[in-house]
């Protein structure tokens, strides 16, 4: 019965948080209409069958939430650096990465990361050989890149979703 | 009377503070669009605007209209939710596009098709 009316809890309840912020209120009324859309849309949501995200060790999405704000931050004063330095014989360059992680939910989830820190984008995801593409803007050390993305990001991404 | 008079001084001047330091992250990520060489340089840019600059405004926000209501506001979390997780689309389009283009012409600045895509 809960299953049927409550198919997807967390993003009920995540929508409500998100009507309660918008409306800036706490009132019985906005908690009613809220809960009436966390459930509505969560229904239309699984008309499209999405795969389910099983989400294991969930403190270490904290973690790694942390982690990421660090890198942001750090990487937004090395970029600003290069943008006013002018630095002309920087180098950037393209690096695969053969992944291990193979879930869609942790794949999105890279790819938030590395686009939103600045200085590395993603460019290509190759889902029959498992390798990623991405462009670093200041490339000193290939391998090093390869190995902070594996260590900082990809290993607790493995636990969390796969 | 503008919200500015209605802010007690010490609240003005972080609001100051914090807007110009997003204002100046923004501007360093246009300017970087101006003076990077490649398009795939380019692209690296404009994140300091949604990341750094956006969070510089939105506390700059959070913090006055907290202030001037007396009770905590913090509904601009939701637009960093939102650019957060929205960004990496228009980005990752615009990248993919480009490699494309790149390799059909046959460039070498790009690494090729390893498998079968």
Redesign the interface.
């Not at chain 2, 390893?114 to 895509?117: C, D, K, M, P």
């Given at each position: 019965m809960i299953r049927r009316w409550l198919p997807y809890p967390i993003l009920s309840a995540l929508l409500l948080v998100i009507w309660l912020l918008l409306n800036q209120s706490v009132a019985p009324a906005a908690i009613l209409l809220g809960t009436l859309l966390g459930i509505a849309l969560a229904k239309v949501f699984g008309r499209l069958r999405p795969p389910k995200a099983r989400v294991r060790n969930p403190h270490l999405l904290g973690l790694l939430f942390a982690r990421v704000m660090l890198d942001i931050f750090r990487s937004n004063l090395a970029v600003a650096r290069i943008v006013l330095r002018r630095e002309r014989g920087m180098h950037s360059g393209f690096v695969a990465i053969p992944l291990a992680l193979t879930d869609r939910h942790g794949l999105a989830v890279l790819a938030c990361i590395i686009t939103s820190t600045p200085g590395t984008i993603w460019v290509n995801y190759d889902s029959t050989a498992n390798v990623l593409l991405i462009h670093v803007l200041d490339l000193v050390d290939e391998q090093g890149w390869i190995d902070t993305i594996k260590q900082r990001y990809e290993r607790p991404l493995l636990e969390v979703f796969q | 009377m503008s919200h500015l008079d209605a802010l007690p001084p010490w609240a003005a001047i972080t609001v100051a503070v914090l807007v110009l330091l997003g204002a100046l992250?923004a501007f360093?990520?246009s300017?970087?669009l101006l003076?990077?060489k490649n398009f795939?340089?380019r692209?690296?840019?404009p994140?300091?605007g949604?990341?750094?600059g956006t969070f510089f405004m939105l506390a700059a926000s959070i913090t006055c209209f907290s202030v001037l209501h007396g009770r905590p506001?913090?509904?601009e979390?939701?637009i960093g939710v939102f650019l957060?997780?929205t960004?990496?689309i228009t980005?990752?389009l615009l990248?993919?596009a480009a490699?494309y283009r790149d390799r059909e012409e046959g460039s070498q600045d790009?690494?090729q098709v390893?498998?079968?895509?």
């Open positions: - | 992250f360093i990520g300017l970087g003076r990077l795939y340089q692209v690296h840019a994140t300091l949604t990341t750094l506001i913090f509904n979390i939701l957060t997780l960004t990496p980005l990752m990248v993919r490699l790009v690494p390893t498998t079968s895509e």
